[in-house]
């Protein structure tokens, strides 16, 4: 348990469907990021959150958009997916507290179908 | 961009062998992370470290700043170990993580 929950932890949705995922975190961290894992691929970074404001999207396409409404929630969008997209999303935080560790969430398992 | 390469991909143990992963990276960071992903995808930090020695139980990390290379040790290897074990290397104004495939360690009892 790291203190970082995910939901949904599966989901299922077709290319036409409007979906999103959700992380929060109730351990002060003001940092939170988003990756996607695919098959046999490493993680890869999506965007950072730094005190609510978006400081990275590292050239995610636009049907991914995220939003951090308050500093306990981080919620990615999702729209018109692709097949490809198919993977584990993890939500991390970072707190200045314990230098530079990264606590991850569980993930959501999505399959664009 | 920093290269991360871990070695081996895979690795199969009996139980109570002493188990070695291995990570080089090609820039500079400011801190080298080993994380465990057990199936069902929760990822777990064990260690971060920027320069020396880290032990937590049997879980021995290393890291030699001038060879840009870390291994994660593992004492007298269980069942429970069996997991995906994932080098990530940091740095940069959002303490950005660059991270190696994995090594998938399967420890047989």
């Known amino acids: 348990e790291t203190g970082v929950t995910q939901t949904p932890r599966h989901l299922v949705m077709g290319m036409t469907n409007k979906k999103s995922l959700k992380c929060e975190q109730h351990?002060?961290?003001?940092?939170m990021y988003w990756y996607k894992q695919s098959a046999k691929k490493p993680l890869e970074l999506m965007f950072v959150?730094?005190?609510?404001?978006?400081?990275e999207n590292n050239s995610v396409p636009s049907r991914f958009s995220p939003e951090c409404p308050n500093s306990s929630h981080l919620f990615l969008h999702l729209h018109t997916l692709q097949p490809e997209d198919s993977a584990l999303y993890l939500c991390a935080t970072r707190g200045s507290g314990r230098g530079n560790e990264q606590f991850f969430g569980p993930g959501t398992r999505l399959t664009v179908l | 961009k920093n290269e991360v390469e871990q070695s081996p991909q895979n690795l199969t143990a009996q139980e109570g062998e002493f188990i070695t992963i291995n990570c080089s990276y090609s820039?500079?960071?400011?801190?080298l992370h080993w994380l465990q992903q057990h199936p069902g995808g929760g990822i777990v930090s064990l260690f971060m470290l920027s320069s020396g020695k880290k032990k937590h139980g049997r879980l021995i990390a290393t890291i030699n700043i001038q060879e840009k290379h870390s291994s994660l040790h593992i004492t007298a290897s269980h069942p429970r170990d069996s997991a995906v074990y994932i080098c990530a290397v940091g740095g940069g104004s959002n303490y950005k993580l660059t991270f190696g495939k994995g090594t998938l360690l399967t420890v047989n009892p």
């Open positions: 820039v500079g960071i400011s801190a």
């Open positions: 351990l002060g961290h003001n940092a």
């Open positions: 959150y730094n005190f609510k404001e978006q400081t």
